[in-house]
């Protein structure tokens, strides 16, 4: 059965994490790897409880672990690791990054998130859903990330039917707070439309477009980076999706 397994990932820009960018780029790996490999053990059928119980549990788990052995990887490659053996030493927050990942199957919408960033499924009927609610545990621009203690229990996940499909929308955060906030009415417009878009004018298009406005919407704004990934799913009744990144 195919699948489609996407993953979007944002480096934290502090001086205190100069290998974020590689971080962010491990992330994305790490995670659609992942979600690949539990597409593929359980690629027999639709999804049942079980199964997402298990994604719940074993997705944050065995992304986090993934990413740490990349970094491992990375760092001894770059000849540097660490002011001693121990991995639990080595400096991870050199590679942080914020993470969200998305597996769309025959039958189910699965997503995890650490960091902040939003993810947005928007209807055939132009209804929003935003599945993973904003992280209220940090304060201002502070953020979760996979470089951070137990990192695996920071995760937050959501299974959703995929039913009637819709546009499937993650953006890093620079995209939101360009914004009044990711909840808010002017977001809720600005992904709306942007699904509306796609519907008309078909995925390829919009991407081709979409990176003069992420630049127009920085420069006015955030003044941040952006990346939003985009996959359009059909209803159950239609198997084909398509997906696009911009950045």
């Known amino acids: 059965m195919p699948c489609i397994a996407a993953a979007i990932a944002d480096g934290h820009g502090d001086c205190r994490h100069d290998r974020s960018g590689t971080g962010s780029a491990l992330a994305t ?24 119980t298990e994604f719940r549990a074993d997705f944050p788990r065995r992304t986090s672990r993934r ?32 993470l969200i990942a ?26 929003v859903d935003l599945p993973i609610p904003a992280d209220t545990s940090v304060l201002g621009t502070e953020t979760w990330s996979l470089s951070s203690r137990d990192a695996h229990l920071l995760f937050r996940t959501a299974t959703l039917d995929r039913g009637d499909g819709g546009v499937l929308i993650a953006a890093t955060d620079g995209v939101s707070d360009s914004f009044d906030t ?57 198997m084909e999706k398509t997906g696009h990144m911009v950045d």
């Open 29 to 52: 790996i790490a995670a659609v790897d992942e979600l690949v490999a539990f597409h593929r053990n359980h690629c027999d059928g639709a999804l049942g409880p079980s199964e997402r």
């Open 67 to 98: 990413w740490r052995e990349a970094v491992r990887a990375d760092l001894e490659r770059m000849g540097d690791t660490g002011p001693s053996s121990d991995p639990a030493s080595l400096p991870y927050s050199r590679y942080g990054s914020t």
């Open 102 to 127: 998305a597996l769309v199957t025959s039958d189910s919408i699965l997503l995890g998130q650490i960091g902040d960033g939003d993810i947005v499924l928007v209807r055939p009927d132009g209804s």
């Open 182 to 238: 990711s909840s808010g009415e002017e977001f809720t417009k600005f992904v709306r439309s942007l699904a509306a878009r796609v519907r008309e004018y078909g995925i390829e298009s919009v991407a081709r477009s979409m990176a003069g406005w992420l630049d127009r919407y920085s420069e006015m704004a955030s003044g941040d980076d952006m990346t939003i990934i985009l996959v359009c799913i059909n209803g159950t009744k239609g």
